[in-house]
């Protein structure tokens, strides 16, 4: 059988200017972790194995530290560009169809329903605006089984020109008269069975 082809595919568009402070506020939050806590459990281990009063805990540190600054700029903007190059969101007729990574690493890939939608809006925060960026969200109630998070469909990153978001509820709304008019039918039909029936 052959494959429906989307009416409309969103991916997020990578910026690197974005990525980019947003690298630098990833390093400088993680940079402590892994300072302290990397750098903890390598001088546990160094003593351990009974070489830890050759090493200093400050130098142990200063590596580490010198380590997280050099290393985790250039990774989070890797695996956040790897991560986006493979994020999809295809909108079909009654259904739409998405993977995306959560925290960057763990994919998660489904389909939702147009009926089981609840909301849509669009929301962006001051880096995003900068760069005309926004993030599309899409309110699927029972998506996310956390109470406290938002649950729905986040499409980050989107540019703002492209005006995405009256096409998606235009395919939504459609859907829903689609729904309609079916049942509507549905009901005209079983009400002139008996009227048949009577003749």
Same mark, same amino acid.
């Given at each position: ?16 200017g974005l990525v980019t402070v ?18 903890? *459990?390598?001088? /546990? $281990?160094?003593?351990?194995? %009974?070489?830890? !009063?050759?090493?200093? =805990? ?74 005309? *960026?926004?993030? /599309? $969200?899409?309110?699927?109630? %029972?998506?996310? !089984?956390?109470?406290? =998070? ?50």
């Amino acid at each position: 059988m052959e494959k429906k082809q989307p009416l409309l595919t969103i991916r997020p568009h990578f910026d690197q200017g974005l990525v980019t402070v947003q690298a630098l506020l990833f390093t400088a939050v993680g940079f402590l972790l892994v300072t302290m806590i990397g750098g903890t *459990l390598f001088y /546990i $281990l160094l003593h351990m194995i %009974g070489i830890g !009063r050759f090493f200093n =805990a400050g130098h142990i540190y200063g590596l580490f530290l010198i380590g997280s600054i050099v290393v985790l700029p250039p990774l989070f903007f890797e695996v956040k560009k790897k991560a986006y190059a493979r994020t999809f969101f295809r909108f079909y007729e009654d259904y739409l169809e998405y993977q995306y990574f959560q925290f960057l690493l763990s994919p998660r890939r489904g389909r939702v329903r147009y009926r089981d939608i609840d909301d849509v809006m669009q929301a962006g925060g001051a880096l995003q605006s900068q760069r005309m *960026l926004t993030t /599309i $969200l899409i309110a699927v109630p %029972g998506l996310n !089984r956390h109470p406290r =998070a938002f649950s729905g469909l986040k499409i980050e990153d989107v540019p703002q020109k492209l005006d995405l978001m009256p096409r998606i509820l235009d395919l939504v709304e459609d859907s829903e008269y689609r729904a309609i008019a079916r049942v509507s039918a549905a009901v005209s039909q079983s009400a002139a069975i008996p009227a048949d029936a009577a003749k």
